[in-house]
T-cell receptor, first 109, second 114 residues
Framework: TQLLEQSPQFLSIQEGENLTVYCNSS?????LQWYRQEPGEGPVLLVT?????EVKKLKRLTFQFGDARKDSSLHITAAQPGDTGLYLC?????????FGTGTRLQVFP | KAGVTQTPRYLIKTRGQQVTLSCSPI?????VSWYQQTPGQGLQFLFE???????NKGNFPGRFSGRQFSNSRSEMNVSTLELGDSALYLC?????????????FGPGTRLTVL
């Protein structure tokens, strides 16, 4: 069974701080996606990375796909309360999308 | 363009009953996937339908079933409900396959089994 482990599981920080969320697996994925889910809503796609070593930036969010395509990271610079939510990574493999265990982020003003 | 809609949004059932959840995809999307989300297990894939055919299936018992209609709307059914079936059930639609195309999620149906 393919697993995507995310760390940390919970993160509680003050506005303005930086943070990094990790998504790790022993399996290789053809692509990896990051989602954010807010209470009462479904996950919303933030980014898709497909090439080993790829780095993508979305305003204050930086996403990196590992060289071996087994892991990924999400770095948020100067976090804001609006960044609060559940962050999920999801890997594409064997025609399925496998979701990570999730990181719940709380940013306090 | 309207997003993915799911009905009902909340449902309370008792053990042993069955339940049917509905999902209307974004217009033009032919793939609908279903997921179960729980605090303990996270987001787990149930099945994917594409053009009325089940294309992929996760590791769930046969009590969980689904279907897709010619207008791409999908339903999932859970029979003989158990307490452990309490979860948020999410559906997602995409133009083609869930593993390659962007998925758009609905708000989910919160099922509580008493």
């Amino acid at each position: 069974t393919q697993l995507l482990e995310q760390s940390p599981q919970f993160l509680s920080i003050q506005e303005g701080e930086n943070l990094t969320v990790y998504c790790n697996s022993s399996s290789v994925f053809s692509s990896l996606q990051w989602y954010r889910q807010e209470p009462g809503e479904g996950p919303v796609l933030l980014v898709t990375v497909v090439t080993g070593g790829e780095v993508k930036k979305l305003k204050r969010l930086t996403f990196q796909f590992g060289d071996a395509r087994k892991d990924s990271s999400l770095h948020i610079t100067a976090a804001q309360p609006g960044d609060t939510g559940l962050y999920l990574c999801a890997g594409s493999s064997s025609d399925k999308l496998i979701f990570g265990t999730g990181t719940r982020l709380q940013v306090f003003p | 363009k309207a997003g993915v809609t799911q009905t009902p949004r909340y449902l309370i059932k008792t053990r042993g009953q069955q339940v049917t959840l509905s999902c209307s995809p974004i217009s033009g999307h032919r793939s609908v996937s279903w997921y179960q989300q729980t605090p303990g297990q996270g987001l787990q894939f149930l099945f994917e339908y594409f053009s009325e055919t089940q294309r992929n299936k996760g590791n769930f018992p046969g009590r969980f079933s689904g279907r897709q209609f010619s207008n791409s709307r999908s339903e999932m059914n859970v029979s003989t409900l158990e307490l452990g079936d309490s979860a948020l059930y999410l559906c997602a639609s995409s133009t083609r396959w869930a593993s390659t195309d962007t998925q758009y999620f609905g708000p989910g149906t919160r099922l509580t089994v008493l």
